[in-house]
């Protein structure tokens, strides 16, 4: 397992390597927190959860509105991925969408009651629950895919010892492209996304392998919480 340090460093040697000499390490520091972004956000690679409490009488739930919800406010939050009610000890159903609820009940919006579905919005920061609490005297916890930390040199980043090159390979291009060197960074890209030197995919490789374990795991580790 590398620090960001080793893979600043690796960095640097692949631009060297490519005889592009003209760098500075913020170039290499802003393009290495893009790619450790960019690689947690696609994968969806590190879920957390948080417990938080039910409030009165809402049925949106924006996560990421700290002005006007600071109670539920979560700062790394990206998108929900399940939900345990700590009231009924069961999770919530995710089987319905918004419009499910239109058509089962017109009046969702008013309906009282114990938390039962929850469903995402247009803005993926936002979720809907029914039916609500006219009092949140409860909590439950939010399962929810989280955005990339900032970058601390000597951390390790939070993606398996064995995609951690990814990161290399995300910055160096993007580097490369920045500096207008498109050949070169097109090669690094496609080690990224998966292609090989005919122009064919392979998803067991590159970012979309990540991916896949990360989905596999997650949906693994909530049966055994279930």
Same mark, same amino acid.
């Given at each position: 397992?590398?620090?960001?340090?080793?893979?600043?460093?690796?960095?640097?040697?692949?631009?060297?390597?490519?005889?592009?000499?003209?760098?500075?390490?913020?170039?290499?520091?802003?393009?290495? /927190?893009?790619?450790?972004?960019?690689?947690?956000?696609?994968? /969806?690679?590190?879920?957390?959860?948080?417990?938080?409490?039910? +409030?009165?009488? *809402?049925?949106?739930?924006? @996560? /990421?509105?700290?002005?006007?919800? $600071?109670?539920?406010?979560?700062?790394?939050?990206?998108?929900?991925?399940?939900?345990? $009610?700590?009231?009924?000890?069961?999770?919530?159903?995710?089987?319905?969408?918004?419009?499910?609820?239109?058509?089962?009940?017109?009046?969702?919006?008013?309906? &009282? #009651?114990?938390?039962?579905?929850?469903?995402?919005?247009?803005?993926?920061?936002?979720?809907?629950?029914?039916?609500?609490?006219?009092?949140?005297?409860?909590? @439950?916890?939010?399962?929810?895919?989280?955005?990339?930390?900032?970058?601390?040199?000597?951390?390790?980043?939070?993606?398996?010892?064995?995609?951690?090159?990814?990161?290399?390979?995300?910055?160096?291009?993007?580097?490369?492209?920045?500096?207008?060197?498109?050949?070169?960074? +097109?090669?690094?890209?496609?080690?990224?996304?998966?292609?090989?030197?005919? #122009?064919? +995919?392979?998803?067991?490789? #590159? &970012? @979309?392998?990540?991916? /896949?374990?990360?989905?596999?795991?997650? +949906? $693994?580790?909530? *049966?055994?919480?279930?």
């Amino acid at each position: 397992m590398s620090n960001f340090t080793t893979i600043k460093s690796n960095i640097s040697i692949h631009l060297n390597d490519a005889n592009l000499i003209n760098f500075v390490s913020g170039d290499i520091d802003d393009a290495t /927190q893009d790619a450790y972004d960019e690689i947690v956000a696609l994968s /969806q690679c590190i879920i957390k959860k948080v417990t938080l409490n039910f +409030q009165n009488n *809402l049925n949106y739930y924006n @996560f /990421q509105d700290n002005s006007n919800y $600071s109670s539920i406010y979560v700062s790394d939050f990206m998108a929900t991925t399940a939900i345990f $009610s700590n009231l009924t000890k069961l999770w919530l159903l995710d089987d319905k969408v918004l419009k499910d609820f239109d058509r089962d009940r017109v009046d969702w919006e008013n309906w &009282i #009651g114990s938390c039962t579905w929850w469903a995402p919005c247009n803005d993926a920061k936002k979720i809907a629950m029914i039916p609500k609490p006219l009092i949140g005297s409860s909590t @439950f916890d939010l399962y929810y895919w989280a955005q990339a930390p900032t970058i601390v040199n000597a951390n390790s980043p939070l993606v398996p010892p064995d995609f951690e090159n990814l990161i290399e390979i995300y910055a160096t291009a993007s580097l490369l492209e920045s500096y207008e060197e498109f050949t070169k960074a +097109q090669l690094y890209f496609n080690e990224f996304w998966g292609v090989d030197n005919e #122009g064919n +995919q392979n998803f067991d490789k #590159g &970012i @979309f392998a990540l991916a /896949q374990r990360s989905k596999n795991i997650s +949906q $693994s580790d909530l *049966l055994v919480l279930a």
